[in-house]
T-cell receptor, first 112, second 115 residues
Framework: SQTIHQWPATLVQPVGSPLSLECTVE??????LYWYRQAAGRGLQLLFY??????ISSEVPQNLSASRPQDRQFILSSKKLLLSDSGFYLC???????????FGPGTRLTVL | AQSVTQLDSHVSVSEGTPVLLRCNYS??????LFWYVQHPNKGLQLLLK??????LVKGINGFEAEFKKSETSFHLTKPSAHMSDAAEYFC?????????????FGKGTRLSVIA
């Protein structure tokens, strides 16, 4: 069966520090991968999605970037965090030929 | 353009009473529709999915939803609420019949269950 992992589960970082969040999927090949952010009291905002290794689409201009170095690995990064980057970050995957997305457990990021 | 409207931001029910979470959608295509549940500080879990088969869809944990094309609705119901049902619920529409475009999420409905 397929599983999706995210780490770390929680992170507290100072403003201006770098960020790296990792997402990995097991049990499937060539998935579509997604990064979402959920700010406090708000819905989900799609940040990036990827249809293959090295292929990244950005949905909103921002302080963040994404990379997909391997088929089942998706990384969210920042060179310098802002206070507004605080939130709950969710990774999701979707199999080829399906429109159902499955979500990871999330990372709670607090920028102080 | 596709859109999803969850008509209630917060619903409160007593334990053992029925649950109704309302969702209306707009889609240019024959849509795929989903309900997800999110418990505090957790990821989203798929409750159920409609994909143009039976209009009444049964999901996990006793939830079900009925697709009504004439009303463009996809309301989520459960006959008897349990304390563990307290969570945030998202109605979601797939914006295209296939391809790499993302899902469109409603703003969520927070369900409270009172003992």
């Amino acid at each position: 069966s397929q599983t999706i992992h995210q780490w770390p589960a929680t992170l507290v970082q100072p403003v201006g520090s770098p960020l790296s969040l990792e997402c990995t999927v097991e049990g499937t090949s060539n998935p579509n991968l997604y990064w979402y952010r959920q700010a406090a009291g708000r819905g989900l905002q799609l940040l990036f999605y990827s249809v293959g290794i090295g292929q990244i689409s950005s949905e909103v201009p921002q302080n963040l970037s994404a990379s997909r170095p391997q088929d089942r690995q998706f990384i969210l990064s920042s060179k310098k965090l802002l206070l507004s980057d605080s939130g709950f970050y969710l990774c999701a995957w979707r199999g080829r030929g399906s429109d159902t997305q499955y979500f990871g457990p999330g990372t709670r990021l607090t920028v102080l | 353009a596709q859109s999803v409207t969850q008509l209630d931001s917060h619903v409160s029910v007593s334990e053992g009473t029925p649950v109704l979470l309302r969702c209306n959608y707009s889609s240019s295509y024959s849509p795929s529709l989903f309900w997800y549940v999110q418990h505090p500080n957790k990821g989203l879990q798929l409750l159920l999915k409609y994909t143009s088969a039976a209009t009444l869809v049964k999901g996990i944990n006793g939830f079900e939803a009925e697709f009504k094309k004439s009303e463009t609705s996809f309301h989520l119901t459960k006959p008897s609420a349990h304390m563990s049902d307290a969570a945030e619920y998202f109605c979601v529409v797939s914006v295209a019949p296939s391809g790499n475009t993302p899902l469109v999420f409603g703003k969520g409905t927070r369900l409270s269950v009172i003992a």
